[in-house]
């Protein structure tokens, strides 16, 4: 008979495992049928197994052979996932500066809108649980410093939204709001990275809510893995109708007063074809680019800025264990933050909608992020 200790270790690397499967199953490009379908699995192979093993200990006294391997497989995955991840603390690209917050100030759309923040009884509900921060939107400034930066562009303002994920789990004052806030801070530029709506009802929010941006300059937009759940095709016309430049099919090159600006998309893998990029020098390239997993091609093709979401920063945060879920091939790394390698920086979001509506250490995150010159940043 296993020792509890063992026991406890073997169940937590076995559930380890399954969140690591998991994670990294919706990094890939597959399709998205096949992506369910081995998720179902994984979660049946994640409930199931502990059942079994229950029951062959509660019958026969011992787990057997097989599955006694099996636990020795998963303590030795928990203790190489909790080094991974410890590892991560020291990570090289991670953007020191850039990853503190000039400021932070917290939208509570729980106090501001009541019942109109959600949608059905049971996200209402869940909003309340203590300690939920659903509804509870940072708006974080971050200062953002790039090598290639013209001085004129100095303080350049950026908002970036990311992952609303409109699917009626959220009710649509909450985007209103959300915009709201955007347009307060009267940004230059508005990026949205993808995940934006989710459920064919909500494709009536598009004209409202992001017809309602008011950007100085103009909004470019992508789309992401789960905007596939609607008519793409008829959700680009929308958020165009609604003003905004489709980046993953149309990358535009910008003349004065940004000559040389050139803003790119980058949707793969989910949307493969790549728009051809624009005629004349770049002077600074931004790529939209819905997952942060985009970032070592984006070092290679010398992108100067990329901003990414995706892995929603987690959703759910423990003290130490760090960001639950985060649909990546490079597992937790680029769950939210800021990274560079060489001059190329990622901010990756961690979206301002859910997929589940639980949120513990992890806030939803509207990102105003205003560019300066690398070297006025070194010496501020
Ligand atoms: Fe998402």
């Not at 020795?72 to 917050?101: E, T």
């Not at 934006?196 to 992508?222: N, S």
Request: charged share 15%.
């Amino acid at each position: 008979m296993p020792s509890t200790v063992w026991l406890v270790a073997a169940l937590l690397g076995h559930g380890a495992l399954g969140v690591e499967a998991v994670n990294r199953l919706h990094g890939l490009g597959i399709r998205r049928s096949w992506v369910d379908a081995l998720t179902a699995a994984c979660g049946a192979a994640m409930i199931g197994l502990p059942v079994v093993a229950a029951w062959q200990l509660l019958s026969a006294g011992s787990l057997g052979a097989a599955l006694e391997t099996y636990g020795w497989v998963a303590i030795a995955a928990l203790v190489l996932i909790a080094v991974s991840r410890g590892l991560l603390r020291w990570d090289p690209h991670r953007d020191s500066s850039a990853n503190r917050p000039t400021s932070v100030e917290t939208l509570d759309l729980a106090a501001a809108l009541g019942e109109a923040a959600t949608g059905p009884p049971l996200v209402r509900a869940a909003s309340r649980l203590p300690g939920n921060q659903l509804l509870r939107v940072a708006v974080e400034h971050r200062v953002i410093g790039l090598e290639r930066l013209p001085a004129a562009w100095q303080d350049l303002r950026i908002a970036h939204l990311t992952d609303l994920h409109m699917s009626g789990r959220l009710g649509i004052d909450y985007f209103h709001a959300l915009v709201k806030r955007v347009n307060a801070w009267e940004p230059d530029f508005v990026f949205l990275t993808g995940d934006l709506v989710e459920h064919t009802p909500q494709l009536e929010w598009v004209a409202p809510v992001f017809g309602a941006l008011r950007p100085r300059v103009a909004g470019h937009f992508i789309l992401g893995n789960h905007d596939e759940k609607v008519d793409c095709p008829a959700l680009r016309r929308q958020l165009v109708a609604a003003g905004l430049v489709d980046a993953g099919t149309t990358p535009v090159r910008y003349g004065p007063p940004y000559e040389g600006l050139v803003i790119c998309g980058d949707e793969r893998p989910w949307f493969p074809t790549v728009a051809s990029p624009p005629r004349g020098i770049a002077t600074l390239t931004v790529c939209l680019a819905h997952t942060p997993d985009r970032f070592g091609s984006a070092v290679a093709a010398g992108i100067d800025l990329v901003l990414a979401g995706h892995c929603h920063g987690g959703q759910v945060c423990f003290p130490l264990v760090g960001p639950l879920l985060c649909p990546s091939r490079h597992g937790v790394r680029y769950a939210a933050g800021t990274f560079r390698r060489g001059r190329t920086v990622m901010h990756v979001g961690r979206g301002t909608g859910s997929l589940f509506p639980l949120r513990y250490g992890c806030p939803p995150e509207l990102s105003l992020i205003t560019l300066r010159t690398e070297q006025s940043v070194a010496t501020a």
